[in-house]
């Protein structure tokens, strides 16, 4: 997706509505339309990025500083909100909807209804010897 088909670029340039909550020279936060409860925002950075591994570290840094920030500030607000749920959907089969990086700041309250659904084999715990194998995996990946 280029920045030209991008709404989320569209709206850190001011050619698309928002609200906005949030500014600075690295992140946006803007209310989402779609939001699972009232005070739902999403922080994204200025500058296009599709997936994770396309943005830059300390935009990511910057991204996650301004989530709490706002969590924060949801909280002191008058949203209803027992607690936040930060949320990043790293490509689609993760649930991303919008190729522009985008943090989720989700007000939560007892039964609103939202959470994560989990697949069956999640009851049977993995032994310590499969944890260790991935583990290493992930060791070697980190060193590429
Ligand atoms: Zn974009």
Same mark, same amino acid.
Request: hydrophobic residues 40%.
């Given at each position: ?6 709404? !989320?670029?569209?709206?850190? @340039? ?15 936060? !803007?209310?989402?339309? *779609? ?9 994204? +950075? ?18 996650? *500083? ?29 649930? *991303?909807?919008? !190729?522009?990086?985008?943090? =989720? ?14 697949? +069956? =084999? ?18 070697? @990946?980190?060193?590429?």
């Amino acid at each position: 997706m280029t920045a030209t088909s991008c709404t !989320f670029c569209d709206i850190a @340039a001011g050619k698309a509505p928002a609200s906005i909550v949030y500014t600075d020279d690295g992140v946006l936060a !803007f209310m989402d339309i *779609q939001p699972v409860n009232p005070g739902h925002l999403l922080v994204v +950075p200025q500058i296009h990025a599709t997936h994770l591994a396309d943005l830059d570290e300390e935009i990511g840094g910057r991204l996650f *500083q301004v989530g709490m920030k706002l969590a924060q500030a949801v909280r002191r607000s008058s949203v209803r909100c027992e607690g936040v749920d930060l949320f990043l959907a790293d490509g689609e089969a993760a649930g *991303q909807e919008v !190729f522009h990086v985008h943090l =989720h700041v989700i007000p939560r309250f007892r039964g609103d209804g939202f959470g994560f659904r989990f697949p +069956p =084999h999640y009851q049977r715990l993995p032994e310590r010897r499969s944890l260790d194998e991935v583990a290493a995996g992930v060791r070697r @990946a980190l060193e590429r």
